[in-house]
């Protein structure tokens, strides 16, 4: 059984930036591919990037790519979102969440484990 927290979140204006986190705790951490999934209100949950369990493979939306880098340290069982040129429409709260095969996934129903999820709010 894997636990993630995420953290990182928080109000920024139109433009800003912000880095999220995922600590990964419990079983063998390294061995997850890991995506960051968002949902606005009243949306859909939302691909937003997925990496690999080794980060030799990384995956994003068309929304955010080339603004998002996902990245990853699993000596400190971590993932990161460096999240650039945020706009409003990226409001939401975005969720961690890993797979047991160690690929990452761009379907949200590809995951085993979730997060709590955190709030990102870009004012214009």
């Known amino acids: 059984q894997v636990a993630l927290v995420e953290s990182g979140g928080g109000l920024v204006q139109a433009g800003g930036s912000l880095r999220l986190s995922c600590l990964a705790s419990g079983g063998t951490c390294s061995i997850y591919g890991v995506g960051w999934i968002r949902q606005a209100p009243g949306k859909e949950r939302e691909f937003v990037a997925a990496i690999s369990w080794s980060g030799g493979k990384t995956y994003y939306a068309d929304s955010v790519k080339g603004r998002f880098t996902i990245s990853r340290d699993n000596a400190k069982n971590t993932v990161y979102l460096q999240m650039n040129s945020l706009k409003p429409q990226d409001t939401a709260v975005y969720y961690c969440?890993?797979?047991?095969w160690g690929l990452g996934s761009r379907r949200t129903s590809g995951y085993d484990y979730w997060g709590q999820g955190t709030q990102v709010t870009v004012s214009s």
């Open positions: 969440a890993a797979d047991r």
